[in-house]
C-alpha cells in the first residue's frame, strides 16, 4: 500500500510539472505570435492590410502571419530565440537587415505603438 502510494505521490508531482511546463509553452507561444502579428503593421504599413491568420511557423522557433494587401495574400514569418526575443524576419520578398529589425525593435515593437497598432485588435 505504500509503495502505491509513493507511485501515485510521483505521478501526481510528474503530471503537475508537465501541466506547467505545458502552460509556460503555451505562454511563449502566444507571446511570440503577438509579436510577430505586431510587425506586420510596420512592415506592411498601406492602409487595407487584413490579418488573415497568425500562428506557429514552419520551422521550429517561428511564427507565420498571412495577410492580404487587396486580392493578394501575403506572409512574413518571425524566428525567435529559445525565448520570446525576435531574432530574424523575413516575408516572400525580402529579409530584414541586423539594423533594420533592431531600429524595428527599438522604435516600434519595444512601443506602446504596437501593441496598439496591433492588427488583431481592431
Known sequence: MR???RWLL???VVTG???GLAACQDTLRRERVATC???LPAIAPQAGIRLLRAATGPATNTVRVDYADGNRQHWLTCRFDAGSTLVALATESMSLSGPSL???KRFYLDTPDAQAG?????
Open 118 to 122: 496591433d492588427p488583431a485588435e481592431r
Open 3 to 5: 509503495r502505491l502510494h
Open 10 to 12: 510521483g505521478a501526481a
Open 17 to 19: 510539472f508537465l501541466g
Open 102 to 104: 533592431y531600429m524595428l
Open 37 to 39: 502579428r505586431r510587425a
